[in-house]
């Protein structure tokens, strides 16, 4: 049987894109404007922990985007977005959010840029912005396990401090049902190797996602391999089929 439809969310980030903003004094009189231009395409998502980040788009969409279970990004071709343009975002930024502490790097696959690319985003944040303190962006398994150990080294030590990964089950069965595109070993593999380098992890699983059917061996095998990655914060979520991907999701789950 198919899994219950409960309220799962990658939280949607419900942000406008803004073009000023007014600074007062504790009079309430205007002794600034300053002018933004960040057009965010949205939709846009961000963890809960990041709610206090600001949100620099450095790749739109996901470049899998694949999963069963997801529609965050499947209104969006993945693209990587020119320097010019990131580099730009990040001037105006620091003009106005000069004390900013966090940054979270959107959209889905900030992991999937080249490393050299990254570098030079992360240090750039790094000089533009002098009391930053985290640098975090969702990573796939895939993301991290295609990155060499010096890559991702180096990331580390650019600053790039905290990854968010999707492991939503243990089962083997179910990340082939759910189109995860990867197994549990690799899963156990990325995340260990994020950890080597000392990154601080974020894991979310799926509540629910096993039906009737296969709820023991979600349970158990998710539990094995929680245990197993040990991660620094672990999210339950529950399974909510989003807009457009409920038939493609009972389809590839198949009974």
Known sequence: RLPSCDTFLRYHVTVEPFRSIIILNIYSHIIATVNLDLNYDHPLYRPPSEADSLILQVTLGCSFNKCSFCNMYRTKDYQERPWDEIKAEIDLTSDAFPQTKRIF????????????????????LNLKFP??????????????????????????HAGLEMLYVGVETGNDILLKKVTKGATSEGILRACQKAQS??????????????????TRQHTEDTSRLVSAVSPDYLAALN???????????????GE
Do not use: W
């Open 105 to 124: 790097l959107a959209d889905g696959d900030a992991l999937n840029l080249a490393t050299d690319d990254l570098i030079r985003i992360i240090k750039y």
């Open 131 to 156: 009391t930053l303190n985290r640098v975090a962006s969702y990573a796939m398994p895939k993301n991290i396990l295609q990155k060499s150990d010096e890559d991702m080294q180096t990331l580390r």
């Open 197 to 214: 380098h000392g990154y601080t992890l974020s894991c979310m699983v799926i509540l629910g996602l096993g039906g009737r059917t296969y």
């Open 239 to 253: 399974l909510q089929l989003g807009e457009g991907i409920h038939e493609e999701f009972a389809g590839k789950f």
